[in-house]
């Protein structure tokens, strides 16, 4: 998937910023991200719809109804309410699912995420777009927050749209490709051809998913000319049919004939609205993509090139098709393709139908991955392709699941009329979740009136709802299919966010107090060894249980002891400056940190030697900031969990430590630099470089201790102490100590809570990936500690 780079997004997202010159080539590239799958659509629309509940007739009231519907419903849903209205809701320029789901959660207090602080408030991609307005919706906001009930059912409906996004992946890519093959049909007998179709089509969709690890980067270039003359033949083609055969095919335009076609064909018409559905197959891929280019570029395409062409391409086969009745039972896009260039547009068609194919399945990698982010889907492994190209990534048991299933469907259903259900219907599940959730955004994030969310709501929603329920009708037919896969995977995310939750929750419950830290030493028998150790937990205050545990069963602990929780945020990504939030745990002397890793659900996660030398040096400079900004005594320390816990005491203040800035991490924050009355971090001294050689990997030392300081002040020398100290252990290694949890219920549990987390949630953790796989670990610098959750 062609993307660009995260530094360079912020210079798009605004309209008034980017030049005409930018948005054009945005505008085509577009193309062969966004628009694959939307444009191979006319391939399959007419030959769904007319597969069996309606067939063409000589008085053209079928070709021409279908036509008016398909032509209506790309403008009403696809122009009016994606283009126009949904595009807007942003999530600092990213688009989806998750960015609406995160604009809610910022905007009223719904979200489900464990260890919330209010020191996420502050960051410059979480600040609300707008001041909220308590006169609008406020009553509707009150209910939202006050019923627990509301945000699972919230949460639920996210995790519905995700499933069927993700089904949708299983399905398109067959779809499309099988369709686009079905065209040799015409060159070959009907006893061939039977035999063709299918095995081209499955070598086309293994060849696929086989190269999916290389990343589409190397070839990226080529998706945008490859749709770009699909566009063009489906536009030349359809304007060549309707001059040739029936010029006066602008006519079926008229909502009229939907009036005609209903009339005429009463309920075997409201059925074979299943097919005609497909006509806005992608749609959703114009806002799930949007982080990739900007809104206008998106709206320059399809305004100006995909939707006149898409609309040239279905009224030319509508005007074929009224002039050649004799092919009512034997209705493909290419009998309407003169014979002379119908090679080359199958071939053309097959390498678009790739391309589309290709960002879908972009798109369910990214999803899963926002989705594992945001605590939702078990751990995965994610593999970035490209070291330049933001956000595009490879998860090797995604893909094979997706590979089996695409194979596994093509050679069950083997035509495009089952094919079509079950697309059709995981398409317009995925709108009408997208409805539901952009009129919340309307009233909760725009400050609109309620009455105009409930417009937007009844209006669009009414249209899908008719949609969905011809395909819900075709259950037996196909449409069972993506509910199946959302059922288990809605149960899938859903028990692994509930365990999660539950595993929190203990967490929180059973953390150790900063006191029995401190009164750790000599005296009991513990002992300090070099080195750094960093103990991973997902608390935001206090000592993980994990950590006590250690300590018990091996009584010591390294000269650096830092708790380290890496945790998402609600929004899409944070900006380096601001991803490290570190204060201190205890005293100077103990030598132990606090430091809070801030990602957002599309932020890419370090390597573990960037990250353990970006911590490093980030405690270093919070070490230089510390002590040349002293804390007042009387500061109790400011977390703020979303789970109502309290900073422990002997926690000290948390500040955000950036490139060469420091923030205290208050409600409202006050920049300050993070040396003092020293040089920035840069030139404080010489950056010296120490190499070590431990048995498996280098280590590298970035930061350096100033020695030619002349100060004599007791907090100077302190200082140097305290950064010497850290040195030295960076130089001896570094540790991480990992939870190895198990949980279990409690005795007296429901059947659905010990369904859940005995049988459900254990057995996902134990055929999924362990954290110290997610984290990138070595395996030489991991310590595991047991623990079983009784919850």
């Known amino acids: ?58 008085t053209n009231v079928e070709i021409f109804g279908v036509l008016s519907f398909v032509f209506w419903t790309l403008t009403l849903i696809t122009l009016f309410k994606y283009v126009f209205i949904v595009l807007r809701a942003d999530d600092n320029g990213e688009g989806g699912t998750f960015a609406l789901y995160s604009l809610i959660c910022r905007h009223a207090k719904v979200s489900l995420l464990p260890n919330k602080q209010t020191a996420d408030e502050s960051l410059s991609t979480y600040k609300l777009t707008q001041p909220p307005k308590r006169e609008n919706g406020s009553k509707l906001k009150t209910l939202l927050e006050k019923h627990k009930t509301l945000h699972t059912a919230l949460l639920i409906l996210v995790l519905l749209g995700t499933c069927m996004v993700i089904g949708d992946g299983v399905l398109t890519p067959v779809i499309s490709v099988f369709s686009a093959v079905s065209g040799l ?152 393709v003169p014979a002379c260039v119908r090679w080359p547009v199958i071939v053309i068609a097959i390498l678009a139908s790739v391309v589309g194919s290709q960002a879908i399945i972009s798109g369910t990698f990214s999803i899963i991955n926002q989705s594992q982010s945001l605590g939702c889907f078990p751990r995965v492994k994610v593999v970035h392709t490209s070291d330049k190209k933001h956000g595009q990534i490879y998860i090797p048991e995604i893909n094979w699941i997706l590979m089996i299933l695409c194979i596994a469907v093509t050679i069950g259903f083997r035509d495009t009329k089952h094919m079509g259900n079950a697309s059709g219907l995981a398409v317009m599940a995925v709108m009408m979740v997208t409805t539901c959730l952009t009129s919340l955004v309307i009233v909760f994030c725009w400050n609109k009136p309620p009455i105009l969310g409930l417009c937007f709501l009844l209006f669009f929603g009414s249209i899908e709802l008719l949609y969905f329920s011809a395909s819900l009708v075709k259950f037996r037919e196909g449409a ?74 091996l009584p010591a602990f390294h000269s650096i002891l830092v708790f380290v929780c890496v945790k998402c945020v609600p929004v899409p990504f944070i900006p380096p400056a601001e991803r490290y939030l570190i204060g201190r745990v205890g005293p100077p002397s103990f030598r132990s940190y606090r430091c809070i890793v801030r990602y957002g659900y599309r932020d890419v996660h370090q390597d573990v ?40 005491p002997g926690e000290y203040r948390l500040a955000v430590i950036g490139n060469s800035r420091a923030f205290e991490s208050e409600e409202s924050l006050q920049q300050v630099s993070v040396s003092g009355s020293f040089q920035t971090v840069e030139s404080v001294a010489d950056i010296i470089d120490v190499e070590m050689n431990p048995p498996t990997r280098t280590r590298r030392v970035t930061f350096a201790v100033d020695y030619h300081n002349d100060s004599d002040e007791p907090e100077d020398l302190q200082m140097r102490e305290e950064l010497q100290d850290l040195l030295d252990a960076q130089q001896s290694g570094t540790a991480f100590i990992l939870g190895h949890s198990h949980m279990k219920t409690k005795q007296g549990s429901s059947v659905w809570k010990r369904l859940a987390i005995n049988v459900g949630y254990n057995f996902l953790r134990q055929n999924c990936r362990g954290p110290d796989v ?18």
């Open 185 to 336: 049909e015409l060159s070959m007998s009907k006893a061939h051809h039977e035999y063709a179709v299918i095995p081209i089509t499955c070598f086309i969709l293994v060849c696929l998913f086989a190269l999916q690890h290389y990343g589409s980067h190397r070839i990226g270039f080529i998706f945008a000319p490859i749709v770009l003359l699909w566009l063009l033949c489906l536009s030349g083609l359809g304007l060549y049919n309707i001059l040739y055969w029936d010029p006066h095919v602008y006519k079926a335009l008229s909502p009229y004939y939907m009036y005609k076609f209903l009339k005429k064909t009463k309920k075997r018409g409201w059925m074979s609205l299943g097919g005609i559905l497909l006509c806005i197959t992608g749609s959703e891929a114009m806002f799930a993509d949007l982080g990739h280019f900007s809104y206008a570029a998106i709206q320059i395409a399809f305004s100006f090139l995909v939707y006149p062409a898409l609309i040239l391409g279905y009224m030319g086969q509508a005007a074929y098709l009224s002039k050649h009745h004799q092919m009512a039972h034997d209705i493909n896009y290419y009998v309407s």
């Open 480 to 553: 069972w299919l993506p509910i199946l896969l959302a059922l288990i995977l809605v149960t899938i995310m859903f028990v692994w966010h509930y365990a999660t939750i539950k595993k929190y929750e203990y967490d929180l419950q059973n953390k150790v107090s900063l006191e029995w830290l401190l009164a750790l030493g000599t005296s009991l028998g513990i002992s300090r060894v070099p080195g750094i150790g960093l103990v991973f937990t997902d608390l935001t205050s206090g000592i993980p249980a994990n950590f006590s545990r250690f300590v018990t069963n």
């Open 774 to 791: 997610v984290l990138r670990v070595p395996p030489v610098s991991l310590l595991e500690v047991g623990m079983v959750y009784v919850v």
């Open 1 to 58: 998937m062609k993307s660009m780079d995260l530094g360079d997004k912020k210079s798009c997202w605004g309209n008034s910023k980017d030049t005409w010159r930018t948005t054009l080539v945005l505008a085509y590239q577009s193309l062969g991200v966004v628009y694959g799958d939307l444009s191979i659509s006319p391939i399959y629309v007419y030959k769904s719809t007319f597969a069996e509940d309606i067939h063409h007739s000589e």
């Open 609 to 648: 030697d960037s990250f353990e030398t970006e911590l490093v040096n980030r405690i270093a400079d919070f070490i230089r900031y510390d002590w040349t900004h002293p804390e007042p005594a009387s500061d109790p320390g400011n977390e703020d969990d979303g789970f109502q816990s309290t900073t422990s």
